[in-house]
């Protein structure tokens, strides 16, 4: 499953994932944003994976940002975009 | 750290023959290091390529950005660099690229969104010097009435900051996107794209050679910044080539996002 979000002022965000046991499962984020340190790119997978399917873009979001570090430099990207493409790909909501 | 500005530096230029998409990889990533350990002085360096390439940010998927048959029908090597930010599409000629390895002391206290224009300012003199009157564009592009002339991307290391930059000179658009997949979200702000034949801003709005228009930024950056003709050391570039033909090269960094 696949969802793209390109939030007003920032960059194109990517996620690809599965389904499984209604859990989200093979999260893989992508894009054109910026991030650093570049491994945080793992920790924000890791974090989605596992969530509830049924989980609200809130409470994806929350999960992305409790995962990250405080020093993390996001730019073009936040925890409410990735959890908006998310939402995407679990729906298959056209662009809004 | 106190903020410096670009005369508290002793600015230098690098601007040598054309190398390999592989190794001007490497050299962003090596001499980023060099700037931030204290052993190279601050560096402006002009890239020439010496084969046509598909650069990809960090953050993209190979799979997703690139049609790899396309690419290898056209004989296009696939990289991608250590900054984040959109897929650049190289034939020698066809842009202007340059990295600036700053000490982040020149940036502090800055937003991001600051930063990236802060060290493009020269650029924009340079432009108008030309003739064309180009603004920055938040995030990381600068554009013009002509449309969209360059896309920027910045990594912090250490100490130190690397800003580079690609500008397009004269395009062939129809190539882009065979090789290139422009997602359609993607599209919404590159529409005239689609319809162009080629993609070629300063060509077409300075009529001047690349070469014209590059020595042109130079002369500009010398004489806002001050600016003093240097190479490649060769222990860097030892490292470099060593980096080129390993991770650079490597498949699983290619494919680190897939």
């Given at each position: 499953?696949?969802?793209?979000?390109?939030?007003?002022?920032?960059?194109?965000?990517?996620?690809?994932?599965?389904v499984?046991?209604?859990?989200?499962?093979?999260?893989?984020?992508?894009?054109?944003?910026?991030?650093?340190?570049?491994?945080?790119l793992?920790?924000?997978?890791?974090?989605?994976?596992?969530?509830p399917?049924?989980?609200?873009?809130?409470?994806?979001a929350?999960?992305?940002?409790?995962?990250?570090?405080?020093?993390?430099?996001?730019?073009?990207?936040?925890?409410?975009?990735i959890?908006v493409?998310?939402?995407?790909?679990?729906?298959?909501?056209?662009?809004? | 750290?106190?903020?410096?500005?670009?005369?508290?530096?002793?600015?230098?230029?690098i601007?040598?023959?054309?190398?390999?998409?592989?190794?001007?990889?490497?050299?962003?990533?090596?001499?980023?290091?060099?700037?931030?350990?204290?052993?190279?002085?601050?560096?402006?360096?002009?890239?020439?390529w010496?084969?046509?390439?598909?650069?990809?940010?960090?953050?993209?998927?190979?799979?997703?950005?690139?049609?790899?048959?396309?690419?290898?029908?056209?004989?296009?090597?696939?990289?991608?660099?250590?900054s984040?930010?959109?897929?650049?599409f190289?034939?020698?000629?066809?842009?202007?690229?340059?990295?600036?390895?700053?000490?982040?002391?020149?940036?502090?206290?800055?937003?991001?969104?600051?930063?990236?224009?802060?060290?493009?300012?020269w650029?924009?003199q340079?432009?108008?010097?030309?003739?064309?009157?180009?603004?920055?564009?938040?995030?990381?592009?600068?554009?013009?009435?002509g449309?969209?002339?360059?896309?920027?991307?910045?990594?912090?290391?250490?100490?130190?900051?690397?800003?580079?930059?690609?500008?397009?000179?004269?395009?062939d658009?129809?190539?882009?996107?065979?090789?290139?997949?422009?997602?359609?979200?993607?599209?919404?702000?590159?529409?005239?794209?689609?319809?162009?034949?080629?993609?070629?801003?300063?060509?077409?709005?300075?009529?001047?050679?690349?070469e014209?228009?590059?020595?042109?930024?130079?002369?500009?950056?010398?004489?806002?910044?001050?600016?003093?003709?240097?190479?490649?050391?060769?222990?860097?570039?030892?490292?470099?080539?060593?980096?080129?033909l390993?991770?650079?090269?490597?498949?699983?960094?290619?494919?680190?996002v897939?």
């Open positions: 499953m696949h969802g793209e979000y390109k939030m007003l002022g920032g960059k194109l965000v990517v996620v690809d994932l599965e499984r046991d209604g859990r989200l499962a093979d999260v893989r984020l992508s894009g054109d944003f910026f991030l650093e340190p570049d491994s945080a793992r920790t924000i997978n890791a974090a989605l994976e596992d969530q399917a049924q989980a609200t873009e809130t409470e994806l929350n999960a992305v940002r409790d995962a990250l570090p405080l020093d993390v430099m996001m730019y073009g990207l936040s925890p409410e975009a959890a493409a998310v939402h995407r790909a679990l729906h298959g909501e056209a662009e809004a | 750290m106190m903020r410096t500005d670009w005369r508290d530096h002793d600015w230098r230029l601007h040598t023959i054309p190398q390999s998409p592989s190794l001007h990889m490497a050299l962003d990533d090596v001499l980023t290091h060099e700037v931030g350990a204290g052993r190279r002085k601050p560096t402006l360096r002009i890239w020439e010496a084969a046509p390439a598909v650069v990809i940010g960090r953050f993209q998927s190979l799979r997703n950005e690139v049609d790899a048959d396309a690419a290898e029908r056209y004989g296009i090597e696939v990289v991608r660099r250590v984040g930010g959109g897929a650049m190289i034939e020698p000629g066809n842009t202007i690229t340059y990295s600036i390895y700053a000490p982040q002391s020149l940036i502090k206290g800055l937003s991001f969104q600051e930063a990236y224009a802060f060290f493009d300012e650029v924009l340079a432009l108008g010097e030309l003739g064309i009157k180009a603004w920055y564009q938040p995030l990381n592009d600068i554009t013009s009435e449309g969209k002339i360059a896309g920027a991307a910045q990594v912090h290391r250490g100490g130190a900051v690397l800003h580079h930059v690609t500008m397009a000179y004269d395009i658009a129809a190539k882009m996107l065979d090789v290139l997949r422009i997602g359609r979200e993607k599209l919404s702000d590159k529409g005239t794209v689609s319809a162009a034949k080629r993609v070629d801003p300063l060509r077409s709005q300075t009529g001047l050679p690349r014209a228009v590059i020595e042109r930024m130079v002369a500009t950056f010398r004489r806002l910044h001050g600016l003093s003709d240097d190479a490649v050391r060769p222990d860097e570039q030892a490292r470099a080539e060593e980096l080129a390993g991770k650079f090269s490597s498949a699983t960094w290619l494919a680190d897939a």
